[in-house]
C-alpha cells in the first residue's frame, strides 16, 4: 500500500508541475489605468510615511513652545499678581 501511495504522490506531482513548465506568456495589455493607480498608491504610502516623521520630528519643537508659553504665562500672572498686591496697599 506505502509503495501505490508513494507511486500516486509522485504522480501527482509531476502532473502538477507539467502546467507550470509549459506555461506561454499571456500576451496582455496592460492599460494606463493599472499604471495610475500604482502611482497614486505610491504616492500615498509616501506621504504618509513623510506625514508620520513630521509629526516624530515636530514632537520636541511643539513641547518646547508650549513649556515657553507655559513659563511667559506665569511670569505674567505673577508679575499681575504681584502688580494688583502692592495696589490695594497703596
Do not use: E
Request: glycine share 6%; net charge positive; aromatic share 6%.
Amino acid at each position: 500500500m506505502k509503495q501505490t501511495l508513494k507511486n500516486f504522490t509522485l504522480a501527482g506531482t509531476i502532473v502538477a508541475l507539467i502546467p507550470l513548465l509549459t506555461a506561454m506568456p499571456a500576451h496582455a495589455y496592460v492599460g494606463p489605468g493599472a499604471g495610475l493607480s500604482l502611482l497614486s498608491a505610491l504616492w500615498a504610502v509616501i506621504a504618509a510615511v513623510a506625514v508620520a516623521i513630521g509629526f516624530v520630528l515636530m514632537w520636541p519643537i511643539r513641547k518646547m513652545i508650549r513649556n515657553k508659553r507655559r513659563k511667559n504665562a506665569a511670569t505674567s500672572t505673577a508679575a499681575h499678581a504681584n502688580t494688583a498686591s502692592t495696589t490695594k496697599s497703596d
